[in-house]
C-alpha cells in the first residue's frame, strides 16, 4: 500500500501540567496505512502524546488535524473522534461484571447504534481472528492477562477505528503472554490498519514499524527507518537510550 494519505497531522503540540513541559512542540505526520512506533526513555512524554491525541488531555499550544477537523478546538465531539482513534491501554479497562461479548457489543450498540446482529457478526470473526472465540461468554476474571488485551483490542477494532493507538499494551503482562498480544498487532499492520504504538519491545518495534519516532524530554530528536534508527541512530541521545538494550 502507497503511504501518503497524511491521515493525522500533528503541529507543535504543547502540553503542560502547571509549569511543567511535558510536550514541547511536537510536530508529525501519520500517513494513512503506515505503523508508527513511538520510543524514548520513560517520563519522556510519549504515553501523554497519545492521550492528547484521543482528547485524554488537553493541550496548551498547537493543532491536531484528523478528517478535517482541528482536534484542539473547543466544539470538538470527542465521541464521535474516539469512534475513528481507537485506544488501547496497558490496563484493559473491561467491565468485569459483563462476559467478554457483552464488552465488546456495548459500543457498537449504544454509541454507534448498530445492529446486534450485525455487530455480532464482526465480533465473533475478530474473536475467531485473535484466537478466543470460545472465550466470547466468559468474564474477564477468568481470562489471562493476555486474553483480556487480546479482547480489548478487539473491542477497539469492533468500532471500525481509522486509527488505532497502543499505549504499552504488553507492560503489565508477564513475558509469555507478550507474543500474543504482539502478534495480534502484527497481524493488523499486515492488514494495513494506521498504528501508533509506544512500546519498550525493540525486535517488535523493528518488525512492525514503517517509522521509528524518537522522543527525549517532549521532543521529536529524530524520525527514521527503523533499519536506519537501529543501526545508525543520527543523535547522540538515541545512541545511549540504544545502548541500554544492548543494540
Same mark, same amino acid.
Given at each position: 500500500?502507497?503511504?501518503? %494519505?497524511?491521515?493525522?497531522?500533528? $503541529?507543535?503540540?504543547?502540553?503542560?501540567? =502547571?509549569?511543567?513541559?511535558?510536550?514541547?512542540?511536537? =510536530?508529525?505526520?501519520?500517513?494513512?496505512?503506515?505503523?508508527?512506533?513511538?520510543?524514548?526513555?520513560?517520563?519522556?512524554?510519549?504515553? #501523554?502524546?497519545?492521550?492528547?491525541?484521543?482528547?485524554?488531555?488537553?493541550? %496548551?499550544?498547537?493543532?491536531?488535524?484528523?478528517?478535517?477537523? $482541528?482536534? &484542539?478546538?473547543?466544539?470538538?465531539?470527542?465521541?464521535?473522534?474516539?469512534?475513528?482513534?481507537?485506544?488501547?491501554?496497558?490496563?484493559?479497562? +473491561?467491565?468485569?461484571?459483563? *462476559?467478554?461479548?457483552?464488552?465488546?457489543?456495548?459500543?457498537?450498540?449504544?454509541?454507534?447504534?448498530?445492529?446486534?446482529?450485525?455487530?455480532?457478526?464482526?465480533?465473533? %470473526?475478530?474473536?475467531?481472528?485473535?484466537?478466543?472465540?470460545?472465550?466470547? $461468554? =466468559?468474564? @474477564?476474571?477468568?481470562? =489471562?492477562?493476555?486474553?483480556?488485551?487480546?479482547?480489548?483490542?478487539?473491542? &477497539?477494532?469492533? /468500532?471500525?477505528?481509522?486509527? /488505532?493507538?497502543?499505549?504499552?499494551? *504488553?507492560?503489565? +503482562?508477564?513475558?509469555? /503472554?507478550?507474543?500474543?498480544?504482539?502478534?495480534?498487532?502484527?497481524?493488523?499492520?499486515?492488514?494495513?490498519? *494506521? /498504528?501508533?504504538?509506544? #512500546?519498550?519491545?525493540?525486535?517488535?518495534?523493528?518488525?512492525?514499524?514503517?517509522?521509528?519516532?524518537?522522543?527525549?524530554?517532549?521532543?521529536?530528536?529524530?524520525?527514521?527507518? @527503523?533499519?536506519?534508527?537501529? #543501526? $545508525?541512530?543520527? #543523535?547522540?541521545?538515541?545512541?545511549?537510550?540504544?545502548?541500554?538494550?544492548?543494540?
Amino acid at each position: 500500500m502507497e503511504k501518503n %494519505q497524511v491521515l493525522l497531522k500533528i $503541529n507543535d503540540l504543547e502540553k503542560r501540567y =502547571s509549569e511543567k513541559e511535558i510536550l514541547k512542540g511536537i =510536530s508529525l505526520n501519520i500517513h494513512k496505512g503506515e505503523v508508527v512506533v513511538i520510543l524514548g526513555p520513560s517520563g519522556c512524554g510519549k504515553s #501523554t502524546l497519545l492521550r492528547c491525541l484521543n482528547g485524554l488531555e488537553d493541550i %496548551q499550544g498547537g493543532r491536531i488535524e484528523f478528517s478535517g477537523k $482541528n482536534l &484542539a478546538d473547543k466544539d470538538v465531539n470527542w465521541q464521535e473522534i474516539r469512534q475513528k482513534i481507537g485506544m488501547v491501554f496497558q490496563s484493559y479497562d +473491561l467491565f468485569p461484571h459483563m *462476559t467478554v461479548i457483552e464488552n465488546i457489543l456495548l459500543g457498537p450498540i449504544k454509541v454507534q447504534k448498530r445492529s446486534k446482529d450485525e455487530v455480532m457478526r464482526q465480533a465473533e %470473526q475478530l474473536l475467531d481472528r485473535v484466537g478466543l472465540l470460545e472465550r466470547k $461468554n =466468559s468474564y @474477564p476474571r477468568e481470562l =489471562s492477562g493476555g486474553q483480556k488485551q487480546r479482547i480489548a483490542i478487539v473491542r &477497539a477494532l469492533c /468500532m471500525n477505528p481509522e486509527i /488505532m493507538l497502543f499505549d504499552e499494551v *504488553t507492560a503489565s +503482562l508477564d513475558p509469555e /503472554m507478550v507474543r500474543e498480544v504482539l502478534e495480534v498487532i502484527l497481524d493488523l499492520a499486515k492488514q494495513g490498519m *494506521t /498504528m501508533i504504538i509506544v #512500546t519498550h519491545e525493540m525486535n517488535f518495534a523493528q518488525s512492525v514499524a514503517d517509522k521509528i519516532v524518537f522522543v527525549d524530554e517532549g521532543n521529536v530528536c529524530e524520525v527514521s527507518e @527503523p533499519k536506519e534508527f537501529f #543501526t $545508525n541512530p543520527k #543523535t547522540e541521545r538515541a545512541k545511549q537510550f540504544l545502548n541500554v538494550f544492548q543494540y
